[in-house]
């Protein structure tokens, strides 16, 4: 069981930048692989970026490449998604979720947040 907290969401302008945390408790939470997912309104929820468990190997949808960074610390249980360049249409619900090994599939995701939302103005 993998219990999952995000935070560092807010209102920012275009351009600006937001670093979003990913708490992780449970017994088998540094042996995970850690997603970023978001959700627009009125739209699917869809991938972002995931990170390995050791930080070895990380994936980024094309959309935020160059701008978006995902990083891990295993001694803090944390998880980050640093935020670069913002745009008005990365405004969604940014919600962690954890899998045994790292994927792009949402369904694969075992374990998930609340979510934190970020909102950019143009």
């Known amino acids: 069981q993998v219990q999952l907290v995000e935070s560092g969401g807010g209102l920012v302008q275009a351009g600006d930048s937001l670093r979003l945390s990913c708490a992780a408790s449970?017994?088998?939470?540094?042996?995970?692989?850690l997603g970023w997912f978001r959700q627009a309104p009125g739209k699917e929820r869809e991938f972002v970026a995931f990170i390995n468990w050791n930080g070895g190997s990380t994936y980024y949808v094309d959309s935020v490449k160059g701008r978006f960074t995902i990083s891990r610390d295993n001694a803090k249980n944390t998880a980050y998604l640093q935020m670069n360049s913002l745009k008005p249409e990365d405004t969604a619900v940014y919600y962690c979720?954890?899998?045994?090994?790292?994927?792009?599939?949402?369904?694969?995701?075992?374990?998930w947040g609340q979510g934190t939302q970020v909102t950019v103005s143009s």
């Open positions: 449970g017994r088998t939470r540094s042996t995970y692989a």
């Open positions: 979720a954890a899998e045994p090994s790292g994927s792009v599939y949402l369904p694969s995701y075992n374990y």
